[in-house]
C-alpha cells in the first residue's frame, strides 16, 4: 500500500528553524515528483514547493523562495523539507503530495499532515 508519513513539526519561534521528512513507501519514490503544501488556519491550500524524481529541478512558492530548502533522499525513500527564518504566516499543517504520472500539479496521494506552528 502506497504511503506517506510527515514527520519533524512543532512549535518555534520566530527566526528559527525546522527540518520536515516525510517516509515513503508502497512506490518507487525515485520516479515521481513530491511536493511539500500546507493549510494555514482558516485559510486555503497553498503550494509550497516541489523536486522532481531525481532531485536536479526544484521550485518555490514566493513566499518561502529563499528561506525553505526541498530535497529528498531516494536511496531512504525520505523527502525533506529544511526551513529557515521561519516566519508566524509559515505556521500550518504541512503535506507531502505525491504527482501522478500524468502532470506535476496532480497529487494522487497526501500524507496525514504535520503540524507547524511559528510563535514567541
Known amino acids: 500500500q502506497l504511503q506517506l508519513a510527515e514527520s519533524g513539526g512543532g512549535l518555534v519561534q520566530p527566526g528559527g528553524s525546522l527540518r520536515l521528512s516525510c517516509a515513503a513507501s508502497g512506490f518507487t519514490f525515485g520516479n515521481y515528483a513530491v511536493s511539500w503544501v500546507r493549510q494555514a488556519p482558516e485559510k486555503g491550500l497553498e503550494w509550497v514547493s516541489v523536486?522532481?524524481?531525481?532531485?536536479?529541478?526544484?521550485g518555490y512558492a514566493d513566499s518561502v523562495k529563499g528561506r525553505f530548502t526541498i530535497s529528498r533522499d531516494n536511496a531512504k525513500n525520505t523527502l525533506y523539507l529544511q526551513m529557515n527564518s521561519l516566519k508566524p504566516e509559515d505556521t500550518a499543517v504541512y503535506f507531502c503530495?505525491?504527482?501522478?504520472?500524468?502532470?506535476?500539479?496532480?497529487?494522487?496521494?497526501w500524507g496525514q499532515g504535520t503540524q507547524v506552528t511559528v510563535s514567541s
Open positions: 503530495v505525491k504527482s501522478s504520472g500524468r502532470a506535476t500539479y496532480e497529487y494522487d496521494y
Open positions: 523536486i522532481s524524481g531525481g532531485g536536479g529541478i526544484t
